[in-house]
């Protein structure tokens, strides 16, 4: 139903109009009249009409008045100015307020006629987006939390540290800085300890979507994780690299007056431990700040700048530079650790010009802090006695030139020992899946079923596959697959349905359509371009 408003001092125009509408449109339309501009407007209120035609010249509010009063109330209103003025002024206000026709009276019946129907065109046209858009936003208020959970499993629980794969793009996010609150919950609080994980996680499972809309409410950039045991994971993405003691003190009332809001809406207990802000690429830092901040307090909320734990540096200390080196050095790249440690050294000598102890003993410091990164994560075989020699050659340093060199030997080999037992794993694990595809081609090899058989998860595996191979995983089985149907059509004893199911496949069309995609000829041609050749 497409609701119309005419407006018009003349009871004739009206009439006239409404008759018009009646026969082109019958009950497609419902049409209400107005007898001024004051009282267009008070009907645009009760009747919310999709067109309006309006009388520019009436007494009191004029139609150009009138319609932008209307145009605020509701900015989607199609007007149709109707005037027995031709007047350019009263034409360019009427287009400058988005009007879509400006009509001269007398105005015939196939002119009206055909106006409306571009204007019903124009508001089934509105409708359908809207409907398309709340469709959309539906779907989306299903997926969304599951894109939320996915970045904050990226950021916060893999081993190979962060790395964006698309989740910023999905969820807007244009800042590199953020801080991670742990939030707890349980069944009741017994000595600042929360009771029955167990149980309160279950309950959380059913009014989980309330939870998301409490969190949300108190801060609508909060990315929300979904219940790991009786935790849930929340980042808050911002463009300061700290918050100052005021803004500290405003998160943590904020998150006390959530905490109030979900222990009377969920019928749990909560706890939060809330880290400082870290940038992006090193927020697990965060995250282990917000779980020890949960462990070592009694009270609902607590921000790790609060408690007696954690190191603080003087201003000038590059203590990002430091964090840079150790991020880099566990994920093997070596180009950075070199330069960040470059870039510390630096530091140091235009700090100290003098070379001194401290000097020395902050190289050697970083050194065995590597070689401890690369004891535990499998590049090198600790042996008691791999050190000798360390104290004495950093003390034989009589430069920074000398230290330099010796500094950046140690930091690269420990970082290049973890970057060969990383490539050797990953090696390991793409090998074996193309053995197993190899001997396997004919069976089913879906992603699921070949991460099981290598003991590793079914996105880690996509991306070391990836990575290694230049090529997705199920590309590389139909590759296979491709290669083995080709030599099996050689055969001219083969039926195309044997080589079909033999290869992997169970339809015999869809093979067909996947080997000319591939091999740019169906097999029929294949194996008619094969004979010509014998």
Known sequence: MIKVMICDDEGIVRQSLRFIMDKAFGTECQVEEAKSGRGAIELAQSFRPDIAFMDIQMPGINGIDAMKEMKNENPNMLFIVLTAYDRFGYAKEAIDLGVMEYL????????????????ISVIEEQRNKKSHDLEIQEKLETVIPMIENGYIYNIVIQDEGYEDIGYE???????????????????????????????????????????????????????????????IISCVTTGRTELEYDERVKVIEGTRAMVRK??????????VGIGSVKPLALINESYQEAVTAIRQSIGKVTHIKDLPVGCDYDETYPSEVEEMIFDALVKGKTDVVTQQCETFMGWMEKRTPVLDNNVRLKTMEFVLRAEELAYRHGGMTYKFESRNGFLEEVLDCSNYEELSTWFLTKMTRACMNIRSKQKEKTL???????????????EELSLDEISREVNVSPYYFSKLFKEETGINYIEYVTNTRMEQAKILLQNSENSIKYVC????????????????KWAGQTPSEYREEIRSYV
């Open 104 to 119: 001269t009276k007398p105005i015939g019946k196939d002119k009206v006629v055909e106006v409306m129907r571009r204007a």
């Open 169 to 231: 793009n999905l969820l807007g996010i244009r800042k590199k800085q953020g801080f991670i609150a742990v939030i707890e919950f349980g069944e009741d609080r017994r000595d600042g300890s929360l009771t029955n994980p167990v149980g309160a996680n279950v309950k959380m499972q059913r009014c989980y979507t309330e939870f998301r809309e409490i969190v949300k409410e108190f801060n609508s950039h909060a990315i929300i994780g979904a219940p790991m045991s009786n935790k």
């Open 428 to 442: 390991g694990v793409v090998e074996k899946a193309k053995q197993y595809v190899t001997e396997h081609f004919s």
């Open 262 to 271: 979900l222990e009377q809406r969920l019928e749990l207990k909560f706890k």
């Open 501 to 516: 199911v033999t290869v992997g496949y169970s339809d015999p069309n869809y093979f067909s359509r996947l080997f000319k």
